[in-house]
């Protein structure tokens, strides 16, 4: 060894143990460490930190840079996503804890949106079963999953309220609702990152799209959102903000610019909101090139600008735009962009690094023999099975048609019958098509006479053949049971459509099978409020299930035959038409309401205003009954609580479940407020003849809302409390505030 390489290497050590030694020192808090660690690193390093990359394994859009591995190697990229399962993720992460000069561990991130290989409901769907507990374990169950497999980054919930059913990342979130929406949305956060972070049964969570993603004009997505400061706030923010106070580590951008500004370079979003209103202390991510989409919105020159603008709005790290990577430093130089906020935005990216624990063992979320046990456990299948079920929607049952008898002979037809690869539905995780158990597996597993099968029509494909078949059995059957609906990838990214009805053969086909006159029970399967009118006339019964995933074909003959009795409700209006669109409950009143008696009133001259099927509603096998509410008090005073009672009462024959729903109107106000609004739901299970008294306190936040000079808070006056099984069927109370 030569006399300057002997120092170099003495040098080294001396340099490494220094690091060693600070990234170790475990007394410390996070928050110390991460200053600690930031001191010693370069500006170069400093940008690694906040960039992240996909691998080339499952890329979800285009791949701008090649060569990963090269980047870790360099500490250029500090974060990967789209790399899971033990193996790859451990040998990633060897390359950045032993070939690069700070040994910082990566990040893992990937989309684990409604399980990661146990595949639970798409997220609409569970919305449906209006079940927190159920929920949470179902984010609980998919973190332990992806947490097993390597992650430590899910980048869900998608929290994006939508009222338009076009959009095809309806599927995605939680429905129409705020309340309901902000609910769900402390649900999924807490069960994705567990009882703290840094568990090996834990992920960071990821709140997105922030914000206004779910309203781009026309459904067309990434497109345009443009709305008042006041619609944004009542309807669109409380779910990010719910989310965010129930913990959530990380937010990502959406594509779309809000009031003329890209959220990814927003700082009224990002920062004011965000982090001052909020309080955020998190990192936030863009969403998948978002940054460089900047120059295609036309707010800034060049990728360079988009940088710019984006660190400064409040943007950490750069998901797959290479854009801090390549200009950043360079906007240093030039005093574009201070170092302080480099170095916050680092900071940020390192607390959770160390809250995760991975400086102490960055393999932590790496043992095979976790791997193998935890993954599609059976606990797990039996997890998603449950909620499964809960997720169903019973949307018609005429005569009683349902649940089936065991005994009788079915005619199971339709697409989707005896199909899996769909039942994942879009944004699957790792889950595997053959790991489903199909609607035929299930219904056969289950029944005790004859279950013929003929598949009568492919998804968009009708052929003389095949219907003659599927009437033959259907002539020879006493029910038929028919399986029809969308493609998993009609619905989720870059999937909207401008016409939501059933694919026409397969509507043509449900007509002909009723034409038989045996009775039809539709099952529905779509990521998305459809719009069938004609289905929901001429069926005999109709079970909406969406894409329930892993257990779809068990979970759904249980409630066919009853083994279940169903209990979901609709967490988004199902319209009658496309035009009505976009179609929700918690509209405003207008000046001119609806009068069936006057031409001048808000209407359409060809179709009902209301849709076909309305936010909350779902039957049982079992029918309740409710009286009125009561309030505890007629007039309170601003600030007090209001305890609302209501009597619900299985008056059918069999046990089961009702989602009791609070609605809320202000009917005197300094701005128009909305006709009604969910503030409150219970699930509760009767017996037949059994009566409970349900109770709701509603607070003064919960009567509060963005007044005419934008502060908020409630305002003293009348004020109807309903409640009801959905939001079209409710009984009224009034109840007076005084200051
Ligand atoms: C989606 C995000 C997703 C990201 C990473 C984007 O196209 O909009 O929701 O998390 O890709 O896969």
Known sequence: ????????????????????????????????????????????????????????????????????????????????????????????QKVAVEETRLKIPLLFGFDVIHGYKTIFPIPLGEAASWDMEAIGRSARISAAEAAAAGL?????????????????????????????????????????????IGDTDAVLACVKHFAGYGAPIGGRDYNTVDMSERYFRDFYMPPYEAAVKAGAATVMTSFNDYDGVPATGNK?????????????????????????????????????????????????????????????????????????????????????????????????????NREKSVLLSPENRAAARDISRKSIVLLKNDKNLLPLDRNRKIALIGPLADNK?????????????????????????????????????????????????ALAVAKQSDVVVAVVGE?????????ARADITLPAVQEEILIELVKTGKPVVVVLMNGRPLAIPNIAENAGAILETWWLGTEAGNAIADVLFGGYNPSGKLP???????????????EKNTGRPFDPNSKWTSKYIDMP????????????????????????????????????????????????????????????????RPVRELKGFQKIALNPGETKAVKFTLTERDLSFYRRDMTFGAEPGEFEIMTGGNSADVKKAKVLMTE
């Open 152 to 196: 430590n980054w899910t980048f869900a919930p998608m929290v994006d309220i939508s009222r338009d059913p076009r959009w095809g990342r309806v599927m995605e979130g939680a429905g129409e609702d705020p309340w309901l929406g902000s609910r769900i949305a402390e649900a999924r956060v807490r069960g994705f990152q567990g009882k703290k």
């Open 268 to 368: 009224y979003l990002l920062t004011d909101l965000l982090r001052k209103e909020w309080g955020f202390r998190g990192f936030i991510v863009t969403d998948y090139t978002s940054m460089n989409e900047m120059v295609n919105h036309g707010v800034v020159a060049d990728d360079k600008e988009a940088g710019e603008l984006s660190l400064n709005a409040g943007v950490d790290m750069d998901m797959q735009g290479a854009i801090y990577q390549r200009f950043l430093k360079k906007s240093v130089e030039e005093g574009k962009v201070k170092m302080a906020d480099i170095d916050e935005a680092v900071r940020r990216i390192l607390r959770l690094k160390f809250d995760l624990g991975l400086f102490e063992d960055p393999y932590k979320f790496c043992d095979e």
């Open 1 to 92: 060894m030569g006399k300057s390489t002997y120092l170099l290497f003495i040098l080294n050590i001396l340099f490494f143990r220094n690091i060693q030694a600070q990234i170790y020192r475990p007394s410390a808090t996070a928050e110390q460490r991460a200053n600690e660690l930031l001191a010693t690193m370069t500006l170069d390093e400093k940008i690694g930190q906040l960039t992240l990359y996909t691998t080339d394994w499952g890329s979800t859009g285009p791949t701008i840079r090649e060569g990963y591995k090269n980047d870790i190697r360099s500490g250029a990229c500090g974060n990967l996503f789209n790399s899971h399962t033990v193996g790859f993720v451990r040998e990633l």
């Open 572 to 586: 988004m209006s199902f319209p009658r038409s496309v035009g009505q669109v976009p179609v929700f409950y918690n």
């Open 609 to 672: 205003n209301a849709p076909l099927y309305p936010f909350g509603y779902g039957l049982s096998y079992t029918t309740f009954s409710y009286s009125d509410p009561k309030p505890d008090k007629i007039v309170f005073k601003k600030g007090e609580n209001l305890q609302i009672t209501v009597s619900v009462t299985n008056t059918g024959s069999r046990p089961g479940e009702e989602v009791v729903q609070l609605y809320v109107r202000d009917l005197v106000a300094s701005v128009t």
């Open 487 to 495: 493609q998993a990838m009609m619905s989720g990214e870059a999937a």
């Open 421 to 469: 690869g769909e039942l994942i539905g879009n944004w699957n995780g790792a889950g595997n098509a053959n790991d489903c158990v199909s609607v035929l597996e299930g219904v056969r597993a289950q029944a005790k006479g004859e279950v013929l099968f003929e598949r009568g029509c492919s998804f968009f494909e009708a052929k003389k053949e095949w219907l003659e078949a």
